[in-house]
Nanobody, 123 residues
Framework: QVQLQESGGGSVQAGGSLRLSCAAS????????MAWFRQAPGKEREGVAF???????TYADSVKGRFSGSKDNAKSTLYLQMNNLKPEDTAMYYC?????????????????WGQGTQVTVSS
């Protein structure tokens, strides 16, 4: 079955960096839309980065220039490199997959989700 497992979260000071990973199983990354979402307490869930089968990535305006997504199809792993972190980046970060499409991945419904990894940025 489809499984997504995030790792790499933690606590850092503002200006620091973290690299999140998402280990996927049960499907091929080359045949799915992948995404990173985040949700802070009391706020709506926000799509951070969307990655299509070819590795083309779109980012939320709030993270452009600071976050960089990538994937390794052979390792079935998705990554999110987060640099110059800000306190407002504090949230639970989720990896998600949509197996019904592999292009035009921005937004839309993602049917599979990981359990999330917490990122906390202190000022």
């Amino acid at each position: 079955q489809v499984q997504l497992q995030e790792s790499g979260g933690g606590s850092v000071q503002a200006g620091g960096s973290l690299r999140l990973s998402c280990a996927a199983s049960g499907f091929s990354l080359s045949r799915a839309c992948m995404a990173w979402f985040r949700q802070a307490p009391g706020k709506e869930r926000e799509g951070v980065a969307f990655i299509n089968r070819d590795g083309f990535i779109t980012y939320a305006d709030s993270v452009k220039g600071r976050f960089s997504g990538s994937k390794d199809n052979a390792k079935s792993t998705l990554y999110l490199q987060m640099n110059n972190l800000k306190p407002e980046d504090t949230a639970m970060y989720y990896c998600a997959a949509d197996l019904d499409r592999f292009t035009f991945c921005s937004g839309g419904d993602y049917g599979y989700w990981g359990q999330g990894t917490q990122v906390t940025v202190s000022s």
